[in-house]
């Protein structure tokens, strides 16, 4: 079945550490996303990428960075630069089409990153 | 601003019973409107979607939702609850035009609880 691959599942870093989340996704499509789930927050927007080796920041892009070098693969890398980084932190991909207006989300089931 | 309000952020219901969760947007122009829901510990899932053509829209579970253009508001009904139905909710908004889904926003969510 098609979907989306997010790991580790639950993830403890020690402060100072950077850590990188996997997100890998067989539907073929165009966008990618990274969103941050904070308890009582809703989603909030970290990084997109609607095409390969090509991404643009959220609204929370402050101490994550991103690569986009195949278009099945947007790894999210947690870096020591983010102050409070715990958190559920959720993948999506969307069909992208430009000239078709908004497309649906699809999401991973999340990976949870606790700082000691 | 745009913005996506949804007041409850914690409904009970018995099983059986009927449910109504709110949403209220603010947003340039008409958006287009989601519904997600979210079991503890996972990933969205999209409930239902509006896009254009008749305001009340049918959705996945028995859900539906109706966009009333008056109110800014995108209510999601389910005429009778299951005990399965108890996850978060969360109500979506984005543009009606041919952008990325990152310009999606998202409400705080409103979880449901059902009682026996």
């Known amino acids: 079945d098609g979907g989306i691959t997010q790991s580790p599942k639950y993830l403890f870093r020690k402060e100072g550490q950077n850590v990188t989340l996997s997100c890998e996704q067989n539907?073929?499509?165009?966008?990618m996303y990274w969103y941050r789930q904070d308890p009582g927050q809703g989603l909030r927007l970290i990084y997109y990428?609607?095409?390969?080796?090509?991404?643009q920041k959220g609204d929370i892009a402050e101490g994550y960075s991103v690569s986009r070098e195949k278009k099945e693969s947007f790894p999210l890398t947690v870096t020591s630069a983010q102050k409070n980084p715990t958190a559920f932190y959720l993948c999506?991909?969307?069909?992208?089409?430009?000239?078709?207006?908004?497309?649906?989300?699809?999401f991973g089931a999340g990976s949870r990153l606790t700082v000691l | 601003a745009q913005s996506v309000t949804q007041p409850d952020i914690h409904i009970t219901v018995s099983e059986g019973a009927s449910l109504e969760l709110r949403c209220n947007y603010s947003?340039?122009?008409?958006?287009?409107l989601f519904w997600y829901v979210q079991s503890p510990g996972q990933g969205l899932q999209l409930l239902l979607k509006?896009?254009?053509?008749?305001?009340l829209v049918q959705g996945i579970k028995g859900f539906e939702a109706e966009f009333k253009r008056s109110q800014s508001s995108f209510n999601l009904r389910k005429p009778s609850v299951h005990w399965s139905d108890a996850a978060e909710y969360f109500c979506?908004?984005?543009?009606?035009?041919?952008?990325?889904?990152?310009?999606?926003?998202f409400g705080k969510g409103t979880k449901l609880s059902v009682k026996p």
């Open positions: 979506a908004v984005g543009p009606n035009y041919g952008g990325s889904q990152g310009n999606l926003i």
């Open positions: 947003y340039g122009a008409t958006p287009y």
């Open positions: 990428s609607q095409i390969v080796n090509d991404f």
């Open positions: 539907l073929n499509h165009d966008a």
């Open positions: 509006y896009f254009s053509g008749d305001t």
């Open positions: 999506a991909s969307s069909s992208e089409n430009r000239y078709s207006g908004a497309n649906v989300l699809t």
